[in-house]
């Protein structure tokens, strides 16, 4: 029988401790006396009381009851789920990185502004961008942060712009950024390739577009071939265009948006550059522009000068700030470790490999599913259950069942535009075997759909706790514990 | 070729049987869709790749470049702080089935994550006295950013008031958040360090969604915040504090002092200062705006066997199924930075945390008065300091911390280009890590300076 894990709240016992701190080394003042009463605390603090060896236990025992990469293959589409590299962690934990204040002079820093510094050379070589900041926190904030960009840029020529278009396949992160911007948004349909609609795109452009926003290859994984024409129909009518670089890793080595007609750029460090993603979090979303939105970046910018690197803090058009310091430093050290060993032909061979992964895949799971956009994919691809549905298993019923053969599912319901989407991005850190054995696991799952559906609607069958109910969490939620505490 | 290609686990036998199956001459068949125009040519103009063992020494090399914390005692705080940080804290975040996994979206193989995260929330909760927290934002900064945009959204207003007693960095994302928006910030001024209080009538009005404070403030004074969430309140604002979690285990809780939305830097809870990033910014608010609060919520429910189990939940604020109409963009956010602080709040426990929050005071409380004993040295506010203190300086903050680097110390915040109404002034940062040796050491390199 699988048992509950008990949570942090219900174990230990009062007095116990998983810490200890020194004495005081200096002459001890009453509380009261720094701290006038009326501004003390009046509320119990009820913090867990466990012990050192509890808290491992608690936690080893949490760890065993989730999924990364490094459990297994983890083909989760649109987020790149590439392996993470050991040494990246090493290289980021050392105190001389790790232990840096955000405010100490530049002087005392210089190889973080050097890190800095090399990293941006880097990703305007791979994007074709000129400038790039670190500030954004994540591919969302580098959204909101190339959305104030553009809004500046066109607010500096008295243009007042009003409407930023996004693809019907885009991200939800891509119509949100561009709303928190004070945008309308409206949708760009697809056509039957899969691709941007040029007829809808010419009807939608007009002198109020600020920007059309996209992701080449787009969230179904294939390529904009008429990138070339769409940069020039936007920029015609005045309009910036907007490169979601959630899936760079198709790509890098082989085109740059830059050299597409993009003008701002998004990275996300924590896909492309194999950084880990944490459980959800920290990734890096640095930003690069082309020249004529330089001037409207977040301040401070790295800058080399004579006597080495330096802050610069005096762009009067900026955005000003959108992160407290320089964003996910940490993040960018290991980005940075990655970039520096993979190199020019590392870097092209890893997006060749995500494509004929993601080839290889498509070829042999569309005889099991339908493959609604039947052309060649980049890094990833989408497959529709829409055939296993009218058997009533749904594409979120199969990621369940594959939790049983021990693979992270691909996304599901995304993009938007395919009906029961199953959306598989295999990277280029996987083995054929690993692919084959995944591809079989799928086509057993689409055959049980056919002899046991039952089977499949009730998965999974092994993990640690069976198909979890979303509508009771979010009807009367539940966020923060409030049971009585017990001791063991 | 590549120091990187030990990750890359196709052989090229492979490749060739894979390009076979896929009815493929060459890999330059896959890119056939894209216009010659923009297919790179010559490749990348990148340095020539290094192997994994010279790659550590590069990065090492720039690592020695940096006068780090744990070599030169530090007096910086402003937002990011140094604090001690239990080793079982990085060697449990270390563990690859957390920090290498995605955000949980499949709940039955992520239950050591959403618990945890829900765990997390709860402790924020009892820090704070809030009754809902979500699982993190990017930082203290674009948390209080958030929480401005959300007040505006819940009380249907534009207008936002902050005081000048916010960390001036907070203030700059407030406002690049704002301005984006077309929402009004309005600056309540200082009154000896603190918010001018006796101005907070006259500046709210019927179009003010939120009134922002921190607790301590900028300058480290817990200012007297009694009747101030009425006032707002009768003014139909939101009270949003932005707080030190540490200062929580003595101070007053934001609930005590009525407030609707808490945010504010978990870094201190934790996680090492990293140059500021990543950091973690959370986020609490009273249930009644449990629908108004972005990002992820970890919300309990059952399993198909009646088995206590946890979800992502309220999916319907978020961009993913809202769009446009979201109550934020954010999707990823700084998890891993969250279990470090829940582990650390675990480790600690209410005594431990008490006793950090302890020595703080003490610490700062005894650094003020030695320094301030100096001559030239004066301190810049009266009040109620927790672990840092203004210091109005006889020469400028900026030579004084080159005098300070060659003593071997990292010394306090120059004040002049934040608030340049002071004149020459500092931010002492002083918590549990520095030793009296360090701090004596720190006012003898001060004494006699001009
Ligand atoms: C296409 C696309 N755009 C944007 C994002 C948002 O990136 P982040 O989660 O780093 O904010 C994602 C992440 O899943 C994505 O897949």
Same mark, same amino acid.
């Given at each position: 029988?699988?048992?509950?894990?008990?949570?942090?709240?219900?174990l230990?016992?009062?007095?116990?401790?998983?810490?200890?701190?020194?004495?005081?080394?200096?002459?001890?003042?009453?509380?009261?006396?720094?701290?006038?009463?009326?501004?003390q605390?009046?509320?119990?603090?009820?913090?867990?009381?466990?012990?050192?060896?509890?808290?491992?236990?608690?936690?080893?025992?949490?760890?065993?009851?989730?999924?990364?990469?490094?459990?297994?293959?983890?083909?989760?589409?649109?987020?790149?789920?590439?392996?993470?590299?050991?040494?990246?962690?090493?290289?980021?934990?050392?105190?001389?990185?790790?232990?840096?204040?955000?405010?100490?002079?530049?002087?005392?820093?210089?190889?973080?502004?050097?890190?800095?510094?090399?990293?941006?050379?880097?990703?305007?070589?791979?994007?074709?961008?000129?400038?790039v900041?670190?500030?954004?926190?994540?591919?969302?904030?580098?959204?909101l942060?190339?959305?104030?960009?553009?809004r500046?840029?066109?607010?500096?020529?008295?243009?007042?712009?009003?409407?930023?278009?996004?693809?019907?396949?885009?991200?939800?992160?891509?119509?949100?950024?561009?709303?928190?911007?004070?945008?309308?948004?409206?949708?760009?349909?697809?056509?039957?390739?899969?691709?941007?609609?040029?007829?809808?795109?010419?009807?939608?452009?007009?002198?109020?577009? !600020?920007?059309?926003?996209?992701?080449?290859?787009?969230?179904?994984?294939?390529?904009?071939?008429?990138?070339?024409?769409?940069?020039?129909?936007?920029?015609?009518?005045?309009?910036?265009?907007?490169?979601?670089?959630?899936?760079?890793?198709?790509?890098?080595?082989?085109?740059?948006?830059?050299?597409?007609?993009?003008?701002?750029?998004?990275l996300?460090?924590?896909?492309?550059?194999?950084?880990?993603?944490?459980?959800?979090?920290?990734?890096?979303?640095?930003?690069?522009?082309?020249?004529?939105?330089?001037?409207?970046?977040?301040?401070?910018?790295?800058?080399?000068?004579?006597?080495?690197?330096?802050?610069?803090?005096?762009?009067?058009?900026?955005?000003?700030?959108i992160?407290?310091?320089?964003?996910?430093?940490?993040?960018?050290?290991?980005?940075?470790?990655y970039?520096?060993?993979?190199?020019?032909?590392?870097?092209?061979?890893? !997006?060749?490999?995500?494509?004929?992964n993601?080839?290889?895949?498509?070829?042999?799971?569309?005889?099991?599913?339908?493959?609604?956009?039947?052309?060649?994919?980049?890094?990833?691809?989408?497959?529709?259950?829409?055939?296993?549905?009218?058997?009533?298993?749904?594409?979120?019923?199969?990621?369940?069942?594959?939790?049983?053969?021990?693979?992270?599912?691909?996304?599901?319901?995304?993009?938007?535009?395919?009906?029961?989407?199953l959306?598989?991005?295999?990277?280029?850190?996987?083995?054929?075997?690993?692919?084959?054995?995944?591809?079989?696991a799928?086509?057993?799952?689409?055959?049980?759909?056919?002899?046991?559906?039952?089977?499949?609607t009730?998965?999974?069958?092994?993990?640690?706790?069976?198909?979890?109910d979303?509508?009771?969490?979010?009807?009367?939620?539940?966020?923060?514990?409030?049971?009585?505490?017990?001791?063991d | 070729? $590549?120091?990187?290609?030990?990750?890359?686990?196709?052989?090229?036998?492979e490749?060739?049987?894979?390009?076979?199956?896929?009815?493929?001459?060459?890999?330059?068949? /896959?890119?056939?869709?894209?216009?010659?125009?923009?297919?790179?040519?010559?490749?990348?103009?990148?340095?020539?790749?290094? $192997?994994?063992?010279?790659?550590?020494?590069?990065?090492?090399?720039?690592?020695?470049?940096?006068?780090?914390?744990? &070599?030169?005692?530090?007096?910086?705080?402003?937002?990011?702080?140094?604090?001690?940080?239990?080793?079982?804290?990085?060697?449990?975040?270390?563990?690859?089935?957390?920090?290498?996994?995605?955000?949980?979206?499949?709940?039955?193989?992520?239950?050591?994550?959403?618990?945890?995260?829900?765990?997390?929330?709860?402790?924020?909760?009892?820090?704070?006295?809030?009754?809902?927290?979500?699982?993190?934002?990017?930082?203290?900064?674009?948390?209080?950013?958030?929480?401005?945009?959300?007040?505006?959204?819940?009380?249907?207003?534009r207008?936002?008031?902050?005081?000048?007693?916010?960390?001036?960095?907070?203030?700059?994302?407030?406002?690049?958040?704002?301005?984006?928006?077309?929402?009004?910030?309005?600056?309540?001024?200082?009154?000896?360090?603190?918010?001018?209080?006796?101005?907070?009538?006259?500046?709210?009005?019927?179009?003010?969604?939120? /009134?922002?404070?921190?607790?301590?403030?900028?300058?480290?004074?817990?200012?007297?915040?009694?009747?101030?969430?009425?006032?707002?309140?009768?003014?139909?604002?939101?009270?949003?504090?932005?707080?030190?979690?540490? $200062? /929580?285990?003595?101070?007053?809780?934001?609930?005590?002092?009525?407030?609707?939305?808490v945010?504010?830097?978990?870094?201190?809870?934790?996680?090492?200062? $990293?140059?500021?990033?990543?950091?973690?910014?959370?986020?609490?608010?009273?249930?009644?705006?449990?629908?108004?609060? @972005?990002?992820?919520?970890?919300? &309990?429910?059952?399993?198909?066997?009646?088995?206590?189990?946890?979800?992502?939940?309220?999916?319907?604020?978020e961009?993913?199924?809202?769009?446009?109409?979201?109550?934020?963009?954010?999707?990823?956010?700084?998890?891993?930075?969250?279990?470090?602080?829940?582990?650390?709040?675990?480790?600690?426990?209410?005594?431990?945390?008490?006793?950090?929050?302890?020595?703080?005071?003490?610490?700062?409380?005894?650094?003020?008065?030695?320094i301030?004993?100096?001559?030239?040295?004066?301190?810049?506010?009266?009040?109620?300091?927790?672990?840092?203190?203004?210091?109005?300086?006889?020469?400028?903050?900026?030579?004084?911390?080159?005098?300070?680097?060659?003593?071997?110390?990292?010394?306090?915040?120059?004040?002049?280009?934040?608030? @340049?109404? /002071?004149?020459?002034?500092?931010?002492?940062?002083?918590?549990?890590?520095?030793?009296?040796?360090?701090?004596?050491?720190?006012?003898?390199?001060?004494?006699?300076?001009?």
């Amino acid at each position: 029988m699988r048992k509950e894990q008990a949570l942090l709240f219900e174990l230990g016992a009062p007095g116990r401790r998983g810490c200890s701190l020194p004495q005081p080394d200096l002459p001890v003042k009453p509380l009261d006396e720094l701290l006038p009463p009326e501004r003390q605390r009046k509320s119990a603090l009820k913090l867990p009381e466990v012990s050192e060896g509890e808290l491992v236990r608690h936690y080893t025992a949490l760890s065993t009851r989730n999924y990364g990469v490094d459990s297994g293959f983890y083909p989760l589409g649109s987020c790149t789920m590439k392996y993470n590299p050991k040494v990246n962690e090493e290289a980021a934990r050392q105190p001389g990185f790790a232990f840096l204040h955000p405010c100490q002079p530049a002087e005392s820093v210089q190889g973080a502004l050097e890190l800095f510094y090399r990293t941006e050379s880097y990703l305007k070589e791979i994007t074709g961008m000129d400038r790039v900041t670190f500030q954004p926190a994540a591919g969302a904030h580098g959204e909101l942060t190339g959305m104030m960009l553009i809004r500046a840029y066109h607010s500096s020529r008295n243009d007042q712009r009003k409407i930023v278009l996004a693809p019907d396949s885009s991200h939800g992160t891509n119509p949100a950024s561009a709303a928190m911007t004070g945008y309308k948004i409206k949708e760009l349909p697809s056509d039957e390739r899969g691709l941007v609609d040029l007829k809808a795109l010419r009807e939608l452009l007009n002198e109020e577009v !600020a920007a059309l926003m996209l992701t080449n290859p787009n969230t179904l994984g294939l390529f904009e071939e008429d990138i070339l024409e769409i940069a020039a129909l936007v920029h015609d009518v005045g309009g910036l265009l907007y490169y979601d670089g959630a899936n760079l890793n198709a790509i890098m080595g082989h085109a740059r948006p830059g050299d597409m007609g993009f003008d701002v750029v998004h990275l996300n460090l924590h896909k492309t550059f194999a950084t880990p993603h944490g459980g959800g979090g920290p990734g890096s979303g640095p930003v690069g522009v082309k020249e004529h939105l330089a001037p409207f970046l977040p301040v401070p910018l790295v800058e080399k000068g004579e006597s080495g690197y330096y802050w610069k803090d005096d762009l009067p058009l900026s955005i000003g700030k959108i992160h407290g310091f320089y964003g996910n430093f940490g993040v960018v050290v290991k980005a940075y470790i990655y970039l520096v060993m993979m190199g020019a032909a590392g870097l092209r061979q890893a !997006a060749a490999d995500a494509v004929l992964n993601a080839n290889y895949l498509m070829e042999r799971l569309k005889r099991s599913y339908t493959l609604p956009y039947d052309r060649r994919c980049k890094h990833e691809f989408v497959l529709s259950a829409r055939e296993q549905k009218k058997k009533g298993v749904s594409a979120g019923d199969i990621a369940k069942a594959l939790l049983d053969y021990g693979f992270h599912p691909p996304t599901v319901y995304f993009p938007l535009i395919v009906e029961e989407a199953l959306m598989v991005e295999p990277t280029e850190t996987e083995s054929k075997k690993t692919l084959d054995r995944f591809a079989e696991a799928l086509e057993e799952i689409a055959r049980l759909v056919e002899e046991d559906p039952e089977h499949v609607t009730t998965a999974p069958h092994t993990t640690p706790v069976g198909r979890l109910d979303e509508v009771r969490a979010a009807r009367k939620p539940r966020v923060c514990w409030e049971g009585d505490e017990k001791s063991d | 070729m $590549s120091g990187g290609r030990h990750y890359l686990p196709l052989t090229d036998a492979e490749r060739q049987e894979m390009l076979a199956a896929i009815g493929a001459d060459s890999v330059e068949q /896959l890119y056939d869709e894209l216009p010659p125009a923009i297919r790179l040519k010559d490749g990348l103009k990148l340095p020539p790749p290094l $192997s994994e063992m010279e790659a550590l020494a590069h990065l090492s090399e720039l690592a020695v470049k940096n006068r780090h914390l744990r &070599e030169y005692p530090c007096y910086l705080g402003a937002g990011v702080y140094d604090h001690f940080i239990p080793s079982v804290v990085q060697y449990l975040t270390g563990r690859s089935e957390f920090s290498t996994a995605y955000t949980p979206y499949q709940a039955e193989i992520s239950q050591g994550l959403l618990q945890s995260i829900f765990e997390y929330q709860t402790l924020i909760c009892r820090l704070t006295g809030m009754e809902a927290a979500n699982a993190s934002l990017y930082d203290g900064a674009t948390s209080l950013a958030e929480a401005a945009v959300a007040s505006c959204g819940a009380t249907r207003r534009r207008k936002v008031l902050v005081s000048r007693a916010v960390n001036p960095y907070y203030r700059q994302v407030l406002q690049s958040y704002l301005q984006a928006r077309e929402f009004q910030l309005e600056e309540l001024p200082l009154l000896k360090g603190e918010t001018d209080y006796a101005r907070l009538e006259m500046m709210l009005d019927d179009e003010t969604a939120a /009134l922002l404070l921190q607790q301590p403030n900028f300058f480290g004074l817990l200012e007297e915040m009694e009747g101030v969430a009425e006032v707002a309140h009768r003014h139909g604002a939101l009270l949003v504090l932005s707080v030190d979690p540490i $200062s /929580l285990a003595l101070c007053r809780t934001p609930a005590e002092y009525d407030a609707d939305i808490v945010t504010g830097e978990g870094q201190a809870l934790g996680n090492p200062p $990293s140059f500021g990033g990543p950091l973690l910014g959370f986020f609490a608010a009273r249930q009644k705006l449990l629908r108004r609060i @972005p990002g992820r919520i970890v919300g &309990e429910t059952r399993d198909n066997q009646g088995r206590r189990g946890f979800v992502l939940t309220l999916q319907t604020r978020e961009q993913h199924i809202r769009r446009e109409r979201a109550t934020s963009n954010i999707c990823s956010n700084q998890a891993l930075n969250a279990l470090a602080a829940a582990v650390y709040l675990a480790a600690l426990g209410p005594a431990g945390l008490r006793e950090v929050a302890g020595l703080c005071l003490q610490k700062a409380a005894y650094a003020r008065e030695k320094i301030t004993a100096l001559d030239g040295f004066e301190q810049a506010f009266p009040g109620v300091h927790f672990k840092e203190f203004a210091v109005r300086l006889p020469g400028t903050g900026e030579r004084l911390n080159r005098h300070l680097l060659e003593h071997k110390i990292i010394g306090g915040l120059d004040l002049q280009p934040y608030y @340049p109404e /002071l004149g020459p002034a500092m931010l002492f940062c002083v918590t549990e890590t520095k030793s009296r040796a360090q701090i004596d050491a720190l006012v003898r390199a001060l004494e006699g300076w001009s």
